[in-house]
């Protein structure tokens, strides 16, 4: 099944906020085609709000590929052809799709996907029913999961048809299609935070997974750019720096005429962004969310984050 081209076909999903910014970046999307979300309630409101948009529009059996926006994938011809696998896939049956990605490392900020039996192929691709999805797990688990050969970094991407996913909400999230679907908009304010991972792929019997054949990067903590930018032991610079013995560290700064100084620093992230500094060890910069709590919990610094 080859992919529909076209503007008509995409959808953005994104809040009110960002609705300018994202017509300035994509001029050929049409505004009928931005869905809104009202107040930010996690990735299940989200899928389920652009599910029902496409499903009145194009009908319960629209093919959709949901692509979170913040992930780096190469090459490009290598995704395109493994969606539209999955796109065929889907087409025919009432599942959800997900791609593994095959893990390098024993990352412990990625959500993981368990293999279970194989359920035929998708164009050259192998699939497989999901066994499991697993949270962040502890270094040892992961490296543990790493030996099996049988899991993979959860993407975030899916493939599946309206009707699926909408039957699949109702099954095992009412409290998030509910709302939606009788309330529209208005339903956001009833509808409670919660990711689509929890609310209905660590739940639906049908999760299937196909372990992808392209590079892909979550681009959710600094250290991406490293992984895309720099090399081990060197230092990312996207600011102007002037440092001594500094190895390892990724330095950026929003303003390009800020200077920032180091000494004798090793595998520090470093960013300054308006009135605000982060230093950061590496190792603990996906802690970086406990931070932005504290910050809306001292009075005067609401407005920093």
């Given at each position: 099944m080859p992919l529909a081209h076209g503007w008509e076909?995409?959808?953005?999903?994104?809040?009110?906020?960002?609705?300018?910014?994202?017509?300035?970046?994509?001029?050929?999307?049409?505004?009928?085609?931005?869905?809104?979300?009202?107040?930010?309630?996690?990735?299940?409101?989200?899928?389920?709000?652009?599910?029902?948009?496409?499903?009145?529009?194009?009908?319960?059996?629209?093919?959709?590929?949901?692509?979170?926006?913040?992930?780096?994938?190469?090459?490009?011809e290598a995704f395109r052809e493994t969606i539209a696998h999955g796109a065929g896939f889907a087409e025919k049956k009432a599942v959800i799709l997900t791609f593994g990605i095959y893990p390098n490392h024993p990352a412990t900020g990625?959500?993981?996907?368990?293999?279970?039996?194989?359920?035929?192929?998708?164009?050259?691709?192998?699939?497989?029913?999901?066994?499991?999805?697993?949270?962040?797990?502890?270094?040892?688990?992961?490296?543990?999961?790493?030996?099996?050969?049988?899991?993979?970094?959860?993407?975030?991407?899916?493939?599946?048809?309206?009707?699926?996913?909408?039957?699949?909400?109702?099954?095992?999230?009412?409290?998030?299609?509910?709302p939606l679907k009788t309330l529209g908009a208005k339903g956001f304010r009833k509808v409670p935070r919660t990711s689509i991972d929890y609310a209905v792929m660590e739940r639906t019997k049908r999760a299937f997974v196909i372990p992808a054949p392209f590079i892909w990067d979550d681009l959710g903590d600094w250290t991406a750019l490293e992984r895309l930018l720099g090399s081990e032991g060197r230092n990312v610079e996207l600011a102007k720096h002037i440092g001594i013995d500094t190895n390892g560290a990724i330095i950026y700064a929003t303003a390009k005429d800020e200077v920032v100084v180091t000494l004798g620093l090793e595998d520090v992230v470093i960013v300054r962004d308006g009135n605000v500094t982060l230093v950061a060890k590496k190792s603990r910069i996906q802690e970086i969310k406990s931070l932005l709590k504290r910050f809306k919990q001292e009075q005067g610094l609401e407005n920093l984050t």
């Open positions: 076909r995409l959808f953005v999903a994104t809040s009110r906020a960002l609705a300018g910014k994202i017509l300035e970046e994509l001029p050929e999307l049409s505004l009928e085609n931005l869905v809104l979300e009202p107040e930010p309630k996690d990735t299940a409101a989200a899928v389920a709000w652009v599910t029902l948009q496409i499903a009145e529009r194009r009908g319960g059996d629209a093919v959709i590929g949901l692509f979170p926006a913040d992930h780096h994938i190469a090459p490009a990625y959500g993981y996907i368990e293999r279970g039996e194989a359920a035929g192929v998708a164009g050259e691709l192998s699939v497989f029913k999901v066994a499991r999805f697993t949270e962040k797990p502890e270094r040892a688990t992961a490296e543990a999961y790493l030996e099996t050969e049988r899991f993979y970094w959860n993407s975030g991407i899916f493939v599946f048809r309206a009707r699926t996913m909408l039957e699949e909400l109702a099954r095992h999230a009412p409290e998030v299609i509910g």
